[in-house]
């Protein structure tokens, strides 16, 4: 039916997600986001994710991942081209500073979203915004942040990319 399973936000084993490779799923959804860090006996959902073939999700905000961790998540895949950035971005993107979510307020606190509590609750930023961090805080060139925002995804839902698309995420960068 076309449907792509993805997965994340998990605390996943690596057997775990071995077994979800083998029944299907073919992505991980903002990788690292809501996953338990690698262990030395147990690499979990990020380790096993970064080693396979799935598409694999970013965000690419300087809250969600640190700078460090997303150069080495990049470097690590055998295949560079499934690695996919997202903005991740909530209605405060040139909207409202906050708005309501399942009954609780999430804010822009530092850039960041933030619920009640003070926790990472969304992403505040843009694509174009995601790119020019990729390229000047991680170090990625720009060509491959460029990439990770425009094909990757179109060859991951398998839609035909947009004619032009590059030059009007170039428009929109900071």
């Known amino acids: ?15 775990e997600l071995r077994a979800a490779i083998a029944a299907g799923l073919r992505a991980i959804t903002h990788l690292h986001n809501g996953m338990p860090p690698m262990r030395n006996r147990e690499p979990g959902l990020v380790g096993t994710a970064l ?9 690419a905000d300087g809250h969600h ?5 997303l150069r080495l998540s990049i470097a690590a ?4 081209d ?3 950035l997202v903005s991740d971005a909530m209605s405060t993107v040139g909207g409202r500073d906050q708005f309501n979510l399942y009954g609780e307020t999430i804010r822009v606190s530092g850039g960041k979203l933030v619920n009640e509590n003070g926790s990472l609750a969304g992403a505040h930023t843009t ?14 060139p ?4 460029f990439f990770m925002a425009s094909n990757v995804p179109f060859e991951l839902m398998r839609i035909k ?10 428009s929109f960068l900071p």
């Open 1 to 15: 039916m076309g449907v792509i399973i993805s997965a994340g936000h998990s605390a996943a084993t690596a057997a």
């Open 51 to 59: 080693l396979s073939e799935l598409w694999c999700s970013v965000i």
């Open 65 to 69: 991942v640190a700078p460090e961790m």
């Open 77 to 80: 895949r055998p295949r560079r």
């Open 82 to 84: 499934r690695m996919v």
């Open 127 to 140: 694509l174009a915004e995601s790119i020019s961090f990729l390229h000047n805080t991680v170090g990625i």
């Open 142 to 145: 720009l060509n491959d942040a």
């Open 161 to 170: 990319r947009p004619t032009g698309l590059i030059n009007r995420l170039v």
